[in-house]
């Protein structure tokens, strides 16, 4: 499985762009990187899910280096309600690692007024 | 649709008794997980299904734990006998075997339900 580092925790106010970047060093050619965010009281929720350079849907936009080793989760301009914690997690089940199924710790995103 | 649905949403129980949670995966999708998520754990993977049939069950804690998906619409998660330990919100997602991601067709994207919560007393 492909390890994730992530911060624990980022403070940040509204109206400002958030980059969360996650490590993961040991990325296997078939993994993909895979970003949810959590609500309290609430499952996990699908962000954004890229293989290399970039993708950009109407949440937000990763970017992935040319060695993959890393990820960058960019949220544009934050609202009070983007509030939440963010996972990072790199694999692909039906390419034989569970790592797209294992959630670490997350980041704690906290937006201020 | 109206997503992964589980039920009881909430459930209190006292030490011993047995507890089963209950999902309703998306139609269509094949594959079907159980996860647990603590303050001090986080996040769980206990067992998941593809196409009704159990592949990981690494993750379940003990025996008290079990998991059945007798068909591709149902799914329950028992534990008997329950002990306080086993407190906790329990998650249900599924997934199709079809990825959104770009190059191929992208890993697995899971989606949850809103979660049961157990409180044994």
């Known amino acids: 499985l492909a390890k994730t580092t992530q911060p624990i925790s980022m403070d940040s106010y509204e109206g400002q762009e958030v980059n969360i970047t996650c490590s993961h060093n040991n990325i296997a050619t078939n993994d993909y990187i895979t970003w949810y965010q959590q609500f309290p009281s609430q499952g996990p929720r699908f962000i954004i899910q890229?293989?290399?350079t970039k993708v950009t849907n109407e949440v937000a936009s990763l970017f992935i280096p040319a060695d993959r080793k890393s990820s960058t989760l960019s949220l544009p301009r934050v609202s009070l309600s983007d509030t939440a914690v963010y996972y990072c997690l790199v694999g692909d089940l039906r390419g034989g690692s569970q790592g797209n199924l294992i959630f670490g710790k997350g980041t704690k995103l906290s937006v201020k007024p | 649709d109206a997503g992964v649905i589980q039920s009881p949403r909430h459930e209190v129980t006292e030490m011993g008794q047995e507890v089963t949670l209950r999902c309703k995966p998306i139609s269509g999708h094949d594959y079907l997980f159980w996860y647990r998520q603590t303050m001090m754990r986080g996040l769980e993977l206990l067992i998941y299904f593809n196409n009704n049939v159990p592949i990981d069950d690494s993750g379940m804690p003990e025996d008290r734990f079990s998991a059945k998906m007798p068909n591709a619409s149902f799914s329950t998660l028992k534990i008997q006998p329950s002990e306080p330990r086993d407190s906790a919100v329990y998650f249900c997602a599924s997934s199709s075997n079809r990825g959104v991601g770009q190059g191929r067709s992208g890993a697995n994207v899971l989606t949850f339900g809103a979660g049961s919560r157990l409180t044994v007393l």
């Open positions: 890229g293989y290399k």
